[in-house]
């Protein structure tokens, strides 16, 4: 079962940043699961939200801003000052630090990230070691459209069409909230081939329970809670 940190070691680190992918492959991580949106200038950087607000000393539009903007921006001494300094860090700086080391489930957050995406993953050859992840099933269908060879996963929060929607765009997995998975739900998604990873979960009991369920990965802020969790 995969070990997947959800925006690297969240739990401990601040989000999406440098030091909580490391903190996550340190903890046990298999992959690291990552948020993307596009600067002003048309760079890939790795932040959750649409605003900049909550994760650093700045504030506006991740979309209004160029990267040497955003890299001006403190985005870990909002959890801890001891994380002074952190920067939100592009996606090719990701890619450098982690994914050589862990996989990279990529979800993105913001419409217009799907070819540069692509393109990132179709240079660095990484169609192995990398997911990409949306909630916008529109976005996943225009993943597949640029490059079918792209591993999908297929985020949902409610029952809703996902397994059809997986289905239909040959999707890797889905990544159902982890209230909506069981042992029926895993068999199902298993006989098309298909990988279950659910999220986000930090409890233990609920870990060690939705692993006898037959989940092929769990997302959690504590990749290392997890690992103990687990095994």
Do not use: Q
């Not at 046990?28 to 900049?52: F, M, N, P, T, Y």
């Not at 060879?149 to 949902?156: E, P, T, Y």
């Not at 042992?183 to 986000?200: F, I, N, P």
């Amino acid at each position: 079962m995969l070990n997947i940190a959800h925006r690297g070691a969240s739990g401990t680190c601040p989000e999406n940043t440098i030091a909580a992918f490391g903190a996550a492959i340190e903890g046990g991580a298999d992959w690291c699961e990552l948020d993307v949106r596009l600067s002003r200038d048309g760079e890939i950087v790795v932040i959750h939200d649409e605003k900049v607000d909550r994760t650093t000393d700045g504030s506006g539009l991740v979309a209004g801003m160029t990267v040497a903007e955003l890299k001006r921006l403190d985005a870990g001494s909002w959890l801890d000052t001891s994380f002074h300094g952190e920067r939100i860090p592009m996606l090719s700086e990701v890619f450098e630090a982690a994914g050589k080391r862990c996989g990279l489930n990529i979800e993105l957050k913001s419409g217009a990230t799907e070819g540069p995406v692509c393109a990132m993953i179709a240079k660095r050859a990484a169609y192995e070691t990398t997911i990409v992840s949306s909630f916008d099933w529109s976005a996943l269908a225009r993943v597949h459209r640029i490059d079918p060879a792209i591993k999908l996963g297929v985020l949902a929060d409610r029952d809703g069409s996902m397994i059809e929607t997986a289905r239909v765009l040959g999707a890797h997995a889905i990544h159902p909230r982890y209230d909506l998975v069981g042992e029926s739900l895993c068999a199902l998604v298993h006989r098309d081939g298909c990988k279950v990873l659910a999220w986000t979960v930090d409890d233990p009991d609920l870990m060690r329970r939705l692993a006898a369920a037959g989940v092929d990965g769990i997302m959690t802020n504590y990749p290392a809670r997890l690992r103990a969790a687990t095994g």
